[in-house]
């Protein structure tokens, strides 16, 4: 018995030792397949690996993303400048401010855009909830407006947005760029509202200084006629249109291959469309088309109406002068229904087309696909193209003043470190935008030198005989007069000379 228990033990512990051994032996392996995999992925990145910020040195770059940039000291002061004289209009036209969250649901934002949906950018899930980078200002407002309840609102908004395009930044098409819009959302009387966008927009650029530039303005339903009086199948209407959209930028030959080859449209179709769609003029072409065939087309004699009345209005409104019935404007978005308009500069000294500086229209479905019950809310709007603006800007106010500051308060003696500071306090407490030197003692003419680099207005000097006499010395930076005057009144003094520069 003992040397059967023997046996067993002495073949129980080989098992074990063999179970020990083969664990050990496949951890070691499992080891040394991962230590190859790493050593792999390492030398060679698999297909579907991040791509890398570092250059083949292995230095990290310091690059902004593609398509987006930073901006200068300078470049802000323009941007500001072009901001304030936008949010000007738009309050002179009655409109309030609204903001929206930068991302929105996915599905928010899918199947709105037409074939430029598949420039949105798409976020990985973050914690259950799918999102993307805003297109446009345009739908998270129709969706701001159904999940509001809200009537009527005359709302602007100033954001940026995003769009996974190819950017050509010397022209202002970038990947992120800020958007300028306002709508109307409401009920309203007929085209009042449509014709306003196009008062602002003629409002906009004037008041920038940019006169020489056309607001072409078309009709959804016009369109629409044309394609169903030509012979276009009515589920390929979007795809022609969005074909049609690119007249500004190709030759009809180009966009009518496009039609044909890669839309599928009968030639003989394409040829009847391309006869309408180069037209352009005002009250004659409505005419002209009313007593055509296409005046019988009940979609195209409806859009023709709204069109007529639109440049009435126009013409009550001062800015006939810039607008042009163009039938080429189509404008690719979906979810455009009736008015459609773009404003377009005309070529520069080079004879560079610098392209869109504006756009929009009448959507009056799209709050219907957000609110309850489909409840249709109508809406017209208009974005500016600001980043197009900016650039034309940047290069027209090379010279703009970075700083706000109105008054340097200044010394030419040591010790007055503190005196400068109650000046400084005295300005700040009265609302003059005001600053010193960081320094206990700098040289005044560094000051001065600061003044004239910075092109700050006025500068507020203080010494021990100004000190003793309670006056403050007040020098313009242009001219280079001074003036002495008492400390108590010094305040309103500097105020009073301000006004010479519009602060």
Request: net charge neutral.
């Amino acid at each position: 018995m003992l040397a059967v228990a023997s046996s067993i033990l002495r073949k129980s512990c080989v098992k074990q030792a063999y179970r020990m051994t083969s664990n050990m032996v496949d951890k070691t392996v499992d080891e040394l397949k991962d230590l190859k995999i790493s050593e792999i992925a390492l030398q060679k990145p698999c297909a579907d690996s991040k791509p890398s910020n570092k250059s083949k040195g292995g230095k990290f770059v310091l690059k902004c993303p593609k398509g987006m940039r930073d901006y200068t000291p300078d470049q802000m002061a323009v941007r500001e400048l072009v901001f304030d004289k936008i949010k000007k209009c738009f309050k002179k036209h009655g409109a309030v401010q609204i903001d929206t969250p930068v991302m929105e649901l996915k599905e928010i934002l899918t199947g709105k855009y037409g074939e430029d949906s598949k420039l949105i950018y798409e976020l990985e899930d973050q914690g259950g909830e799918i999102l993307a980078l805003r297109y446009d200002l345009t739908v998270p407002f129709a969706r701001y407006v159904a999940m509001k309840k809200i009537k009527n609102i005359k709302r602007y908004q100033i954001a940026r947005v995003y769009r996974r395009d190819n950017p050509a930044m010397t022209k202002g098409r970038y990947r992120e760029f800020y958007q300028c819009d306002i709508d109307f959302a409401g009920e309203y009387e007929r085209m009042l509202t449509d014709t306003e966008c196009v008062k602002l927009v003629c409002d906009i650029l004037q008041e920038l200084d940019m006169n020489n530039f056309t607001v072409k303005v078309n009709h959804r339903k016009i369109l629409d006629g044309i394609f169903e009086h030509c012979g276009v199948p009515e589920d390929n209407f979007r795809p022609i249109c969005s074909a049609v959209d690119k007249l500004d930028k190709e030759s009809w030959e180009d966009v009518k291959k496009e039609m044909v080859e890669t839309k599928g449209l009968d030639p003989a179709v394409a040829d009847k469309i391309g006869v309408l769609v180069q037209k352009k003029g005002q009250f004659d072409l409505i005419e002209e088309l009313e007593k055509s065939d296409l005046g019988e087309n009940k979609s195209a004699a409806a859009g023709l109406s709204d069109m007529r009345l639109l440049l009435e209005y126009c013409e009550l409104f001062g800015c006939l002068d810039k607008v042009s019935f163009d039938l080429s404007l189509a404008r690719g978005l979906d979810y455009y229904t009736g008015t459609i308009y773009e404003a377009v500069l005309a070529p520069d000294a080079k004879g560079e087309n610098v392209g869109s500086v504006a756009g929009g229209g009448r959507y009056d479905e799209l709050v219907g696909m957000f609110a309850p019950k489909g409840r249709s809310i109508p809406c017209v709007g208009v974005s500016i193209g600001i980043e197009r603006l900016f650039t034309i800007m940047e290069k027209k106010l090379q010279e703009c003043r970075t700083s706000s500051i109105q008054v340097l308060v200044a010394s030419g003696q040591k010790g007055l470190l503190k005196e400068r500071m109650k000046l400084l306090n005295m300005l700040w407490d009265n609302d003059i935008n005001a600053e010193m030197l960081y320094k206990a003692n700098p040289k005044l003419l560094t000051q001065f030198q600061h003044a004239e680099t910075e092109r700050i207005p006025l500068v507020a000097i203080i010494g021990e005989s100004e000190l003793q006499e309670g006056k403050v010395k007040l020098r313009d930076t242009a001219t280079k007069e001074e003036k002495l005057v008492d400390r108590a009144s010094f305040v309103e003094e500097a105020r009073s000379l301000l006004l010479n520069y519009g602060s």
